[in-house]
């Protein structure tokens, strides 16, 4: 009943930027928490960054700094600001959202992020 979708990867160039995008639709009466995740080939899927419907936000100290998240309760979307990109950044990124009550985990379909030269 709901899905995600995300939009904004690609290539880019180390020190370049890129902004993801992550809109719900479906049965979207109460979200608690939105967020990305990324996954690069042989690891694990990893938080890259959390936000709550109150605006608490959650990055790990490799992204922080360098990425922003943002929301839109209205739109149920979820922005991720990526900057000053490095190659370790390359993955496969995920859209997260905690949906319900009870909460459940709704996932996007991933988007590509690969940052070479």
């Known amino acids: 009943q709901v899905r995600l979708v995300e939009s904004g990867g690609g290539l880019v160039q180390p020190g370049g930027s890129l902004r993801l995008s992550c809109a719900a639709s479906?049965?979207?009466?109460?979200?608690?928490?939105m967020g990305w995740y990324r996954q690069a080939p042989g690891n694990q899927r990893e938080l890259v960054a959390s936000i709550t419907s109150g605006g608490t936000t959650n990055l790990p100290d490799s992204v922080k700094g360098r990425f922003t998240i943002s929301r839109d309760n209205a739109k149920n979307t979820v922005y991720l600001q990526m900057n000053s990109l490095k190659p370790v950044d390359t993955a496969v990124y995920y859209c997260?959202?905690?949906?319900?009550?009870?909460?459940?985990?709704?996932w996007g379909q991933g988007t590509q992020v690969t940052v070479s030269s």
């Open positions: 997260y959202m905690g949906i319900g009550w009870p909460q459940r985990d709704y």
């Open positions: 479906g049965s979207v009466y109460r979200v608690s928490v």
